[in-house]
T-cell receptor
């Protein structure tokens, strides 16, 4: 158990819909990272937040957005969902905002039908 | 642009045999290098990392990796594989910035034969 929690574990929805994935970092960690893992794209970094501020951006679509709240939990919002958005979405956290050990949550498996 | 290549998609070894998983990177500066393991249905767990200093890095679960700048490689090794090591292994490279952004390889799936 990494100490990072993600909800929900599984999510099934239809194309065009919007979903919110939630992540609670380890106690004391200020950074939250979001990753997408799919069969065709592999593991892709989406976005990083550090203490409420966006720190780094990766291959995140404009239909996707994220935020980190004052209590340091984070939410990833996926809208206008397409079949290709079906993937495993991981959240990770670390103490600081630079190259440190990232602790991964168990992931949210999203299926878009 | 930075990239990570794991040339072997799938490797099968016998239990007790040695293991080497290959990782090559492309990055203009000194990279931060990581190896992660992902068991089925689980998140990723950090095995080891290299930032600077001794190029032979020891990690958890008996794994080690060696950074070879001249070959742009960071291969993962284990002298004797256990059945519980069957999993998917990811190599990742981080950037020398103030952010934690990393690029991951496509992964190598390890099967362990009894």
């Amino acid at each position: 158990d990494s100490g990072v929690t993600q909800t929900p574990k599984h999510l099934i929805t239809a194309t065009g819909q919007r979903v919110t994935l939630r992540c609670s970092p380890r106690s004391g960690d200020l950074s939250v990272y979001w990753y997408q893992q799919s069969l065709d794209q592999g593991l892709q970094f989406l976005i990083q937040y550090y203490n409420g501020e966006e720190r780094a951006k990766g291959n995140i679509l404009e239909r996707f957005s994220a935020q980190q709240f004052p209590d340091l939990h984070s939410e990833l919002n996926l809208s206008s969902l397409e079949l290709g958005d079906s993937a495993l979405y991981f959240c990770a956290s670390s103490v600081g905002g630079t190259q440190e050990t990232q602790y991964f949550g168990p992931g949210t498996r999203l299926l878009v039908l | 642009a930075q990239s990570v290549t794991q040339p072997d998609i799938h490797i099968t070894v016998s239990e007790g045999a040695s293991l080497e998983l290959r990782c090559n990177y492309s990055y203009g500066a000194t990279p931060y290098l990581f190896w992660y393991v992902q068991s089925p249905g689980q998140g990723l767990q950090l095995l080891l990392k290299y930032f600077s200093g001794d190029t032979l890095v020891q990690g958890i679960k008996g794994f080690e990796a060696e950074f070879k700048r001249s070959q742009s490689s960071f291969n993962l090794r284990k002298p004797s594989v256990h059945w519980s090591d069957a999993a998917e292994y990811f190599c990742a490279v981080g950037f020398n910035t103030n952010a934690g952004k990393s690029t991951f390889g496509d992964g190598t799936t390890l099967t362990v034969k009894p």
